[in-house]
């Protein structure tokens, strides 16, 4: 039986990825209705699924009969659309960060509480092979205690609503942060004992941050230390940016370079004891990964907790605690 897929939100995402992921699953999730705002949006997304329903109506949207539906537009519209998902008992893949605020992923958390469907958090990257190797090589022992986690995403971004406070949140902190936050819960866990953090420009301002970096510290004393950028370019014609994940034990350290892109290639590097080990790791189509995990898990009925809405509200709070205490401004204005 084919699964029937509804997204909301047919920008970048659903452009570059989402909409190709659909059409090599077609027979198995069939991309059945699409809900934008933007007609012309919606008219890119038609060109590849002439058969899937296109509308800006919410209504007819949800009448195309959904079993899933993937929430892919600006983060202040998360909520809104979730609840209007779940409270129908329609299965939500929920695009990150979960909203742009704690309080608006909390309702969805509770819509999920009150609904028969289930909210899987759209962290495409834990679906990568070389990024489930590389947690699995931790879980192993091989590089001893973690000691600290060193996440990077340098990237742009079009000035849209990605820079307003209002409608991103975070701007880059939860744009491209939500990675290496959601990592280091992987590994770290939620106990955490301080925060340090600087950015730009603070929270007080109507822009949202377009840099921001931090160290947060675990019980046990390991930390995370990240950078992220979200400079604003418009004369590109897509977003960009490159990821770097390095996990450092006290026998040894795991590099993964590439790892919270796209789809690009994953180089993996694991020095130990046993000296140094660099592999080249081809990306399958995470989309297409998530997808068939997503119609797995609404089948089983429950979400493991990596992945679930849960997860999505502690990650965003964490976020928003890293934004609270920027203590330092990074530049002047
Ligand atoms: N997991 C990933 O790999 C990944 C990558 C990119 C973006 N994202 C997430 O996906 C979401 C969308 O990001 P994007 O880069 O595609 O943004 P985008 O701006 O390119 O696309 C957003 C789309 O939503 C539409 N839209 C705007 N307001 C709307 C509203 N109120 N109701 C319905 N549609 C509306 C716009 O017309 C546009 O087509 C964000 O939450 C982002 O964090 C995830």
């Given at each position: 039986m084919t699964f029937r897929l509804g997204i909301i939100g047919a920008g970048y995402l659903t452009d570059v990825a989402l909409s190709a992921a659909t059409l090599n699953l077609a027979g198995t999730v069939d991309l059945v209705a699409v809900y934008d705002t933007n007609p012309v949006n919606l008219a890119k997304v038609g060109a590849v699924h002439p058969s899937a329903v296109l509308t800006s109506n919410l209504d007819e949207f949800f009448a195309a009969g959904l079993d899933g539906v993937h929430v892919a537009s600006?983060?202040?519209?998360?909520?809104?659309?979730?609840?209007?998902?779940?409270?129908?008992?329609?299965?939500?893949?929920?695009?990150?960060?979960?909203?742009?605020?704690?309080?608006?992923?909390?309702?969805?958390?509770?819509?999920?509480?009150?609904?028969?469907?289930?909210?899987v958090m759209g962290y495409m990257f834990k679906h990568a092979p070389s990024y489930q190797h590389a947690l699995a090589l931790v879980g192993s022992g091989r590089i001893g205690q973690l000691q600290a986690i060193i996440g990077t995403y340098p990237g742009w971004r079009k000035t849209d609503w990605h820079?307003?406070?209002?409608?991103?949140?975070?701007?880059?902190?939860?744009?491209l942060g939500s990675y290496p936050i959601a990592t280091a819960t992987d590994?770290?866990?939620?106990?955490?004992?301080?925060?340090?953090?600087?950015?730009?420009p603070r929270s007080d301002q109507p822009e949202a941050e377009s840099y921001a970096a931090g160290t947060v510290w675990y019980a046990g004393g390991a930390r995370l230390q990240f950078e992220v950028t979200g400079v604003f370019n418009d004369h590109t014609p897509y977003p960009a940016g490159t990821s770097q994940l390095t996990i450092v034990g006290a026998d040894g350290f795991i590099q993964l370079r590439g790892v919270w892109n796209m789809g690009w290639q994953t180089t993996l590097v694991v020095h130990d004891r046993s000296g140094w080990d660099e592999s080249v790791w081809e990306v399958p189509d995470l989309y297409e990964r998530q997808y068939l995990r997503f119609v797995q898990i609404?089948?089983?009925?429950?979400?493991?907790?990596?992945?679930?809405?849960?997860?999505?509200?502690?990650?965003?709070?964490l976020l928003h605690d890293i934004a609270a205490n920027t203590t330092v401004m990074a530049g002047a204005r």
């Open positions: 600006p983060n202040d519209s998360h909520a809104c659309y979730a609840q209007a998902t779940l409270n129908r008992n329609i299965h939500l893949l929920l695009e990150k960060p979960a909203a742009h605020n704690p309080s608006a992923a909390a309702d969805i958390a509770a819509s999920e509480q009150r609904s028969s469907a289930v909210c820079a307003e406070r209002a409608a991103s949140g975070l701007g880059c902190l939860t744009d590994l770290l866990g939620r106990a955490r004992t301080r925060i340090e953090s600087i950015g730009w609404a089948a089983a009925g429950s979400v493991p907790e990596p992945l679930s809405i849960d997860r999505g509200v502690h990650d965003l709070q």
